[in-house]
């Protein structure tokens, strides 16, 4: 049973920075692409960033990128978004994902975590 855990979400005002953890277990992390995903209330869960097995590719929504930075620790088996330069509109719940594959997709996710708070202030 894959298990995808994150942490790290909170409030800030904008301008700030978060940085969301996700742990990751029941699965052999090193062979999937990770990504994060986040849904804002009254919208659709959107795509954020993503990031290839191996760390060494990533992809990022046009409205985060240059803001944002996914990455990886796979002997840690967990993935990381940092967020900075916030702003309220990334106020949403961010979730962790597994790609059915190995690269930095931005769709084809096939397990969520629970998903984890951000608020940012004006």
């Known amino acids: 049973q894959v298990q995808l855990v994150e942490s790290g979400g909170g409030s800030v005002q904008a301008g700030g920075s978060l940085r969301l953890s996700c742990a990751a277990s029941g699965l052999t992390f090193r062979w999937y692409g990770m990504g994060w995903f986040r849904q804002a209330p009254g919208k659709e869960r959107e795509f954020v960033a993503s990031i290839s097995r191996s760390g060494d590719s990533t992809n990022y929504s046009d409205s985060v990128k240059g803001r944002f930075t996914i990455s990886r620790d796979n002997a840690k088996n967990t993935v990381y978004l940092q967020m900075n330069s916030l702003r309220p509109e990334d106020t949403a719940v961010y979730y962790c994902?597994?790609?059915?594959?190995?690269?930095?997709?931005?769709?084809?996710?096939?397990?969520w975590g629970q998903g984890t708070q951000v608020t940012v202030s004006s």
């Open positions: 994902a597994r790609s059915v594959n190995g690269f930095a997709a931005t769709t084809g996710f096939g397990s």
